[in-house]
């Protein structure tokens, strides 16, 4: 497998570097060809890959099938089909932040927003992510002076830093409270903290882009 990175030509401070996984895959039998059929002729979401690193036991990639530019040899057995998937971060365009279409209220964590926000992702759930298991890691060095001490702080800021869910709602022109989407969501979590994200390891990473450059 191979794993690609998307957005590194663009603003330094582009807060989302998009992962993309290819992987070869051997077809020795008409039933994995018919798997691989229905991969190709299927929709984006409906098939999950999950590339496990056997060598060092750790999960290499976690994303969606992307059957448009999926390629079939067309040859006997074996041959070699070629499979894309991406981390799925661009369709959280499509994903509404709300309830099924209920607003969420009231203070909450950056934290709790981010997961939720995850939580928008189609693979996110209990077969490739039960509970305990680790989705994303926070790299984050601002303090507020309302932050614990920034020299004997333990804890992550982005746990002791509160967002309304308003700042997350949109007005109409008729006046109606709408949801950004959850991409907007977390381009308006990341930024003020210039913070990007990307998938690394099977899980996200969010880190403030200026400590790539740190000396300490």
Not at 16 to 34: K, P, R, S, Y
Not at 37 to 45: F, L, N, R, V
Not at 109 to 120: D, G, N, P
Not at 129 to 134: A, L, V
Request: proline share 3%; net charge negative.
């Amino acid at each position: 497998y191979t794993l690609a990175y998307s957005g590194q030509s663009q603003d330094r401070h582009n807060p989302f570097l998009g992962c993309q996984c290819t992987v070869v895959v051997a077809i020795t039998d008409a039933t994995i060809e018919a798997l691989i059929t229905d991969i190709a002729q299927s929709q984006e979401g409906r098939f999950v890959v999950k590339v496990t690193n056997i060598t060092d036991s750790y999960t290499a990639f976690v994303g969606n099938a992307l059957a448009d530019i999926a390629v079939i040899q067309d040859m006997d057995y074996p041959y070699t089909f070629r499979l894309t998937a991406t981390d799925g971060l661009a369709a959280l365009k499509k994903e509404e932040y709300s309830n099924d279409g209920t607003l969420y209220e009231g203070l909450e964590t950056y934290i709790t927003h981010l997961a939720r926000v995850f939580s928008k992702l189609i693979y996110v759930d209990n077969t490739f992510f039960p509970d305990g298991d680790e989705l994303f890691r926070t790299l984050i060095d601002w303090h507020d002076v309302e932050h614990d001490d920034p020299v004997t702080a333990t804890s992550d800021p982005f746990l002791t830093t509160w967002v309304d869910n308003k700042a997350f709602h949109k007005i109409t022109a008729t006046g109606e409270r709408t949801a950004l989407s959850c991409m907007d969501v977390l381009t308006h979590l990341l930024k003020p903290f210039g913070a990007r994200i990307m998938q690394m390891e099977g899980i996200f990473w969010i880190e403030q882009i200026s400590l790539r450059t740190a000396t300490t």
